[in-house]
């Protein structure tokens, strides 16, 4: 991969784990009646009656941030999983910045 490849696919990167550092962080900061009311908006109807990969994630991270995982279990079985994804790219990206500004000093 040539240079200004990896620079833009890393742009990305940064730019797409600064918006999902809203997804781990708002939880923390916004009250959970505020948090459950503005999620409504995004409510999706399925169909078949079957819920989708995200159905109950606010709630589940609403209960990881109290740290209460087993609720957040039962919202969502892959919302624990998630959160430590998001979780270890939040860290490597302060890693990858964090060396990035010792190396051009």
Known sequence: MDRHA????????????AMLSFLFITPYLVPEKTLFAASEAFKV??????????????????????????????????????YGVLLANQLVVAFFLIRRMHTRR
Not at 7 to 16: D, E, F, G, P, S
Not at 64 to 82: L, P, Q, T
């Open 6 to 17: 990896r620079r833009t696919l890393t742009a990305a990167w940064l730019v797409a784990s």
């Open 45 to 82: 109807p399925h169909r078949s009656g079957e819920t989708c990969a995200l159905c109950g994630m606010t709630r589940a991270f609403a209960a990881i941030a109290r740290g209460d995982f087993a609720a957040a279990r039962i919202y969502n079985r892959g919302s624990v999983a998630f």
